[in-house]
């Protein structure tokens, strides 16, 4: 991913998490984590397939990039919406862009904004500009959301991208108008 400054897009908010995210899940009725029932949660409605094949629908059928990446960094999956939206595998990415968020990046905030979200237990937005295989620019809104170990250290990051490039080219010609409207 490569980004830019605001206005050319690099731009970080962190609203506070209001569930928390941990690993591994606290351990119910001495049931092993294969047997867990999913999470309850507002966002989680009841279907007939056990979690990992909900996970699993979620991951394949969006259109949003998902990647996860280990506590040091290093991108270790990509669902098919990240390959739909950059046309990279993740083997083509790694060695087209590099392994790791911090290579592969080059948002300027990007550690402290790891290092917040890691501390306050809060994901982290931003948009960025980066190429996809073809060479074409897009746009996307990143969501960062760190997923910790007990002991509060990084256990994973997992980043939603978005693709936000319709919207950034309404608005930049929103402000072309303006422009030559003003003049």
């Known amino acids: 991913r490569s980004s830019s400054r605001s206005g050319t897009g690099q731009d970080a908010a962190r609203i506070p998490s209001r569930t928390p995210r941990s690993f591994p899940w606290p351990s119910r009725s001495g049931r092993d984590k294969a047997s867990r029932p999913c999470p309850?949660?507002?966002?989680?409605?009841?279907?007939?397939?056990?979690?990992?094949?909900?996970l699993s629908i979620v991951a394949r059928?969006?259109?949003?990039?998902?990647?996860?990446?280990?506590?040091?960094?290093?991108?270790?999956?990509?669902?098919?919406?990240f390959t739909r939206l950059t046309g990279y595998t993740l083997d083509e990415f790694k060695l087209k862009k590099g392994s790791d968020i911090f290579s592969t990046s080059t948002?300027?905030?990007?550690?402290?904004?790891?290092?917040?979200?890691?501390?306050n237990?809060?994901?982290?937005?931003?948009?960025?500009?980066?190429?996809?295989?073809?060479?074409?620019?897009?746009?996307?809104?990143?969501?960062?959301?760190?997923?910790?170990?007990?002991d509060g250290s990084l256990f994973k990051l997992v980043a939603i991208d978005s693709d936000i490039t319709a919207m950034k080219l309404a608005g930049e010609e929103i402000r072309k108008q303006k422009e030559e409207h003003d003049i």
């Open 40 to 54: 309850r949660s507002p966002f989680f409605r009841p279907l007939s397939l056990p979690c990992p094949e909900k």
């Open 61 to 81: 059928e969006t259109d949003n990039s998902v990647v996860i990446i280990n506590g040091n960094g290093e991108i270790e999956w990509v669902n098919e919406g």
């Open 107 to 119: 948002n300027t905030h990007l550690k402290e904004a790891i290092d917040e979200s890691v501390k």
């Open 121 to 150: 237990n809060v994901s982290a937005y931003y948009s960025s500009q980066t190429e996809t295989k073809s060479g074409e620019l897009i746009w996307l809104q990143t969501t960062l959301t760190p997923i910790l170990n007990p």
